[in-house]
Structure formats: C-alpha cells, structure tokens
T-cell receptor, first 115, second 113 residues
C-alpha cells in the first residue's frame, strides 16, 4: 500500500480564496482524521469520519472550514474564504480502529500558506 | 477526558549521550499510550505503543518507554542517540469513551555532533 496520500504538498493562496486539500486513506481503514499543526497550538484534531460519516467536527475552527468524505477512498478539507491565520500544515491520517491501537497512519501533510 | 503533557518543548543533547523525553497523562480509565516521531517535512510515524502486558515497550531503533501507572507517565528513553534521531516526538493517549488519540504538544530532540 502506498500509505495515506495527501495533495497538494504545498499550497500558497491569497486571502479570500477557496482552498481544497485532498486525502486518500489506506484501503480498509474505516477511520479518517484531519489534523492541523501550528507552532502555537501544536497538533489539533479538526474532524474525523467513520465509514465515510462525519462523527465529530467539534475541532473545526469556523464555518469557513468544511470536510467531506464521498467514498471510502477520498476525503477533502475545504477552507472558504481562506485567511492568513489558516496558514499551517494539515495532516490526514487513517486507522482501522478509533483508539489507534493499530496505529494511525499519517500522510505527509499539506503546507498551506495564505498571504 | 484524557490529556497529555510533554514537559519539555526542546531537548538538546550530544551524539551518543542518553536521552529521556518525558510524558505524563491524565485519564480516569484504562489507556493506550503511544510515541510518534515526526522527521522534518514528514508526517507522524508510530514509534512504539503500550496496550497491555509488559510495561516496558521497545522500538526497532533502540528507543524504549515504560508505562508507570502510579506516576501516570510514559517516558521515552534511549541510552545512546544518533544524529539521525533529530526529530520531533509526540506522546499520545487514547482510551475510554473518547477513544481517538489525544496528542501532546511535542518535544523537539536535537542531537548535536
């Protein structure tokens, strides 16, 4: 398996523009997680899905953020409109179990810069 | 609810010296404990985990961690570090009704020649 695949690796956009981050989880993993990493706040869980259904989105910072998982092999995180404070590295991770006892597998991340 | 505290944000150490990265957790239920490592410009990778059984767990590259229930700690140790161990290390906990992993803020290990 190629692991969790995220695209793009880097994204630079202007304030106010829409940004879409993409993730392909590992086949057979029922859970998908979106995290945001910043120097100030560390690693924050934004939302997670189980069998394509959003379970907990309490970490999504504002209504400008939305996430979808239309099928078991694809998820998107969208920011509209983007703001400079959204600049961060966004990680997607997948797992067979919510507790992570099998280990979450992380993608390489998308480094977002909003100017 | 679970929480994780990594007591040191940065740990500088010389090559071949021993190192300990500290992690304390709080939880009212049985927990699973993990250490993840993040090398520059990469995602997090599982280093080792404690689920049950022996309280001392080891990784393939010489790290070990010991689950101490009375101290609510899961410190990571290595007797002799290499330059290649330079990375950020995250302690994480899961368990109980919340289930999903809760990460600490990370400790940056910097190994100097």
């Amino acid at each position: 398996d190629a692991g969790v695949i995220q695209s793009p690796r880097h994204e630079v956009t202007e304030m106010g523009q829409e940004v879409t981050l993409r993730c392909k989880p590992i086949s057979g993993h029922d859970y998908l997680f979106w995290y945001r990493q910043t120097m100030m706040r560390g690693l924050e869980l934004l939302i997670y899905f189980n069998n394509n259904v959003p379970i907990d989105d309490s970490g999504m910072p504002e209504d400008r953020f939305s996430a979808k998982m239309p099928n078991a092999s694809f998820s998107t995180l969208k920011i509209q409109p983007s703001e400079p404070r959204d600049s961060a590295v966004y990680f997607c991770a997948s797992s067979q179990l919510r507790t992570g006892s099998d280990g979450y597998t992380f993608g390489s991340g998308t480094r977002l810069t909003v100017v | 609810a679970q929480s994780v505290t990594q007591l040191d944000s940065q740990v500088p150490v010389f090559e071949e010296a021993p190192v300990e990265l500290r992690c304390n957790y709080s939880s009212s239920v049985s927990v699973y404990l993990f250490w993840y490592v993040q090398y520059p410009n990469q995602g997090l990778q599982l280093l080792l985990k404690y689920l049950s059984g022996s309280t001392l767990v080891e990784s393939i590259n010489g790290f070990e961690a010991e689950f101490n229930k009375s101290q609510t700690s899961f410190h990571l140790r290595k007797p002799s570090v290499h330059i290649s161990d330079t990375a950020e290390y995250f302690c994480a906990v899961s368990g109980g009704s919340q289930g999903n992993l809760i990460f600490g803020k990370g400790t940056k290990l910097s190994v100097k020649p």
